[in-house]
């Protein structure tokens, strides 16, 4: 555990981020961060939250008695790429050891609420008195990701047809090479036309395509830059989302 110490400026989830790096100082010199190849990163090794931000690192080099730079960066993952502004010095870094991780809640056979508040209590060999945490629970694990690959192109009759890829809140690996796992009761999403900040026009639709006739468009009187907003429908909650700007 520790912080970083310096800006970190967002970058490409679909690239390696091989320009910007991860400066961090770690709570105690004992503390080792250590460099993985692309096998171990497959495999979900040196995954670490910025903030609220999911990062895998390459290299890490030491720079000082606790102190590290974090290279090769894999930014934005789990669905996470909504949180890579804000990343300044001082936000929390924090290393994920998967073997490591414990649910408090299922421990002690429990379910949270969103919204609710967790309170965590350690005690130590040789403490006398425990250390105490609070935390919220938010809910982010229920959130479908926000669709990616958005695209419009004209269908030919004076309108727009809307297209987009899903994401799954269950299908990170993609090992099978086929489809990712829906993880919701059933597929669903939420398309809105927006112009600026007004809304013209809200659908729901069954499947990865919406079509804008020309219909639709003379009926909401839409003209000039417009806005897309796709998103999932969850199970427990509405998904974030995935944007494209259209000129009609």
């Known amino acids: 555990m520790g912080q970083i110490d310096a800006t970190l400026p967002p970058g490409s989830t679909l690239l390696l981020d091989m320009v910007n790096n991860l ?22 090794r040196n995954l670490c939250l910025v903030g609220q931000e999911l990062i895998q690192f390459g290299r890490a080099v030491r720079t000082g008695p606790a102190s590290y730079r974090l290279e090769a960066l894999r930014r934005g993952l ?7 502004a804000g990343q300044g010095a001082g936000t929390p870094f924090l290393l994920i050891e998967a073997d490591r991780l414990v649910d408090p809640l299922a421990m002690a056979g429990m379910e949270g609420d969103v919204g609710a508040a967790m309170h965590l209590l350690a005690i130590g060999i040789g403490d006398v008195e425990p250390a105490t945490a609070e935390i919220m629970i938010g809910g982010a694990a229920l959130v479908p990701p926000a669709p990616v690959h958005l695209n419009a192109a004209p269908d030919g009759a004076g309108g727009w047809r809307i297209g987009w890829t899903r994401r799954s809140r269950a299908g990170w690996r993609w090992s099978s090479g086929g489809d990712v796992p829906l993880a919701e009761e059933s597929e669903r999403y939420a398309v809105e036309v927006l112009d600026g900040d007004r809304l013209v026009r809200r659908a729901e639709v069954v499947e ?21 907003d796709v998103r999932q429908i969850g199970t427990r909650a509405l998904g974030r989302p995935g944007m494209i700007e259209m000129l009609l």
């Open 78 to 84: 789990r669905g996470t790429e909504w949180a890579m």
């Open 208 to 228: 990865p395509v919406w079509s804008y006739d020309a219909a639709m468009i003379a009926m909401d009187g839409a003209s000039g830059p417009l806005t897309m």
């Open 23 to 44: 400066l961090v100082t770690l709570l105690a010199e004992d503390m080792e961060l250590a460099s993985a190849d692309g096998a171990a990163l497959a495999q979900g």
